[in-house]
Nanobody, 125 residues
Framework: QVQLVEYGGGLVQAGGSLRLSCAAS????????TGWFRQAPGKEREFVAG????????YYADSVKGRFTISRDNAKNTVYLQMNSLITEDTAVYYC??????????????????WGQGTQVTVSS
């Protein structure tokens, strides 16, 4: 089975940057679409960014377009989320997730079968 481990969260000032990483226990990201989600206190988990396993095409929530970049390194079996120009509204627990099959639906959390433990990102003003 697939196990995902996330790391890279922390505290950063507004305008700064963080890079989140998600490492898979087995070869995953070349054959399973992957997404990043986030959840702030009192809010529903929301889609942030995703990458299709087949084409490598990326998709982003409107709130992060132009600021965040999702990428993958198949040799390292790792997916990244580069976050630039951070704002306080980005504060949340960020989760890495992977499909169990070969679905190309990225924005719905119910399409994902494997999840990381989450990593806290806090952006201060």
């Amino acid at each position: 089975q697939v196990q995902l481990v996330e790391y890279g969260g922390g505290l950063v000032q507004a305008g700064g940057s963080l890079r989140l990483s998600c490492a898979a226990s087995v070869r995953t990201f070349s054959s399973h679409s992957t997404g990043w989600f986030r959840q702030a206190p009192g809010k529903e988990r929301e889609f942030v960014a995703g990458i299709r396993w087949s084409s490598g095409r990326t998709y982003y929530a409107d709130s992060v377009k132009g600021r965040f970049t999702i990428s993958r390194d198949n040799a390292k079996n790792t997916v990244y989320l580069q976050m630039n120009s951070l704002i306080t509204e980005d504060t949340a627990v960020y989760y890495c997730a992977a499909h169990g099959g070969r679905s190309n639906v990225l924005i719905s959390s119910t399409e994902y079968d494997y999840w990381g433990q989450g990593t806290q990102v806090t952006v201060s003003s």
